[in-house]
Every structure is written in structure tokens, then in C-alpha cells.
């Protein structure tokens, strides 16, 4: 069972930046469905890895737009894009130290962030690309 299903409702209707946000609902339903499963510390890892490669790509893709159209809001936006990638970075390794399982709370708090990441700030950004012909 998805932990995050995509709806309409997170659609920036920037084409190539829903596609990767799907892609990344698909990552953290992936670390969900294997930690539910019981997964071992081997796999979590490695989906925890996917997770944190896919983030830092995907972000790196936003912050290139910011700069090509001059987007006045990005050094907060990179600030909350540098937060979330350390925090993920942080848990893994703590998870990987064995001080640190992977929980709801931590699944609730990558939902929580991703929605509310979606829903605000970058619905605002969607809207001054989109200005500049960004489709």
C-alpha cells in the first residue's frame, strides 16, 4: 500500500518537475513498502541511498531553473532543499550506525515535508516560471 498516492492536487504544471516529483512519491513509497515488509538493513539502505541521490538530483534540476530565470526567492528555497538533504543524509547514516530505525515518524515526517514543500514553495516558484514560459 502507497504510503503517498499523486494526485492533481500536487501539480506545479511544470511538466518535467511533476514527472520527477512523481518520482520521487515512488522513492519514499519505496523505503515505506520496505520497511513495512521488514525489510533487512541491506536494503533499506540501499533504497534509502536512491533516495537521497534521487533528492539531491532532483533539487540541483530546480536550483539550475532558478538561476536561468533569475528566481528572487532561491537562496530560501536552496536553503530548505540543503535542510532536507542533510536530514536524510543524517538518518541514514544513523540508521546505518544501528542507532536509528526507520519509522512512521520518519516516513510521516518525509510526507509531511514533501507535501508541504509541494503545496507552498514550490507552487510558488511553478508560478514565476511558468511567467517566463517554463511549461
Known amino acids: 500500500m502507497a504510503m503517498i498516492t499523486w494526485s492533481d ?3 506545479v504544471d511544470i511538466k518535467v ?4 516529483h512523481k518520482i520521487w512519491i515512488g522513492l519514499i513509497n519505496k ?3 520496505a ?4 525489510k ?3 536494503i533499506l539502505g540501499e533504497v534509502y541511498t ?3 541521490n534521487y533528492t539531491i538530483y532532483h533539487f540541483d534540476f ?3 531553473l532558478f538561476q536561468q530565470y533569475g528566481y528572487k526567492e ?3 528555497h536552496i536553503q530548505m532543499h540543503a535542510n532536507l538533504t542533510q536530514r536524510v543524509k543524517d538518518l541514514k547514516t544513523e540508521f546505518e550506525k544501528g542507532t536509528f530505525l526507520i519509522t512512521i515518524d520518519t516516513m510521516d515526517f518525509l510526507n509531511d515535508w514533501l507535501y508541504n514543500h509541494i503545496m507552498k514553495p514550490d507552487k510558488q516558484y511553478a508560478s514565476f516560471l511558468k511567467s517566463k514560459g517554463v511549461v
Open 35 to 38: 520497511m513495512l515488509q521488514g
Open 17 to 20: 518537475i511533476d514527472e520527477q
Open 31 to 33: 523505503l515505506h513498502e
Open 9 to 11: 492536487s500536487l501539480k
Open 40 to 42: 533487512g538493513k541491506e
Open 62 to 64: 530546480e536550483e539550475k
Open 50 to 52: 536512491e533516495l537521497i
Open 74 to 76: 532561491s537562496l530560501s
